[in-house]
């Protein structure tokens, strides 16, 4: 039951690491780039050593790990690295409009963002 986990574990790092490198390069994230090369690198090599005489039972952990790796890799980037400022979010929709605000206008601008987030997390 233990190798079950550990393969289950390893393919799910290894998935989560390989999403979240994605979208890392995608998005220029070069030093959150670098550092998931080692997470996908060291998890590979534990599925070396484990999968090489895999059963049925070994087969379905690794592939329920990258299932589940994947979509909380998509979940957790989009939460952490991946979450976008107010301000780079006005950019992508209106251009350069709000190049003329003064620091303290963007703040405040900022500050709606975010007030607005959160009310539309805390009712879905």
């Given amino acids: 039951m233990t190798e079950l986990a550990i393969i289950f574990a390893s393919t799910f790092i290894t998935v ?7 979208q890392n390069v995608n ?4 030093l959150w780039a670098f550092i998931t090369s080692f997470v996908i690198g060291a998890s590979s090599l534990v599925l070396y050593k484990k999968l090489p005489d895999a059963g049925a039972l070994q087969c379905a952990a690794y592939l329920a790990g990258g299932a589940f790796g994947i979509v909380a890799s998509i979940w957790v980037h989009r939460r952490t690295v991946g979450r976008k400022s107010p301000r780079k979010i006005a ?3 209106w ?8 620091p303290r206008e963007m703040e405040t601008l900022d500050r709606y963002a975010k007030h607005y987030r959160n009310h539309r997390r805390s009712s879905q």
């Fill in 16 to 22: 989560f690491a390989l999403g979240f490198q994605s």
């Fill in 27 to 30: 998005q220029g994230h070069y």
């Fill in 91 to 93: 950019q992508a929709d």
């Fill in 95 to 102: 251009g350069d409009e709000f190049d003329h605000l003064s």
